[in-house]
């Protein structure tokens, strides 16, 4: 169980990141700053966009944990 228990953490870990690198291409590539977008513009549509990259990241990270 030790080996699954690392294994799950580290997709967990994988995740977190490549949800932090979306946010950084995000900011870069389209100059907008998210935090800002979220908060202080109150942009649904930025949030929606967040919300399918953490899910789909989740969805991958729970594919290859099962498999």
Known sequence: YTTLF???I????LGFVLLI??????N???KLKI???LVKDNNV???IAIAGMAVAI???I???INS
């Open 6 to 8: 690392r294994s799950t």
């Open 10 to 13: 580290v997709y967990a870990l």
């Open 21 to 26: 690198v979306f946010a950084v291409i995000t």
């Open 28 to 30: 870069y590539i389209f």
């Open 35 to 37: 935090r800002d977008e």
């Open 45 to 47: 549509g930025m949030g």
């Open 58 to 60: 989740a969805i991958i």
């Open 62 to 64: 729970a594919g290859t």
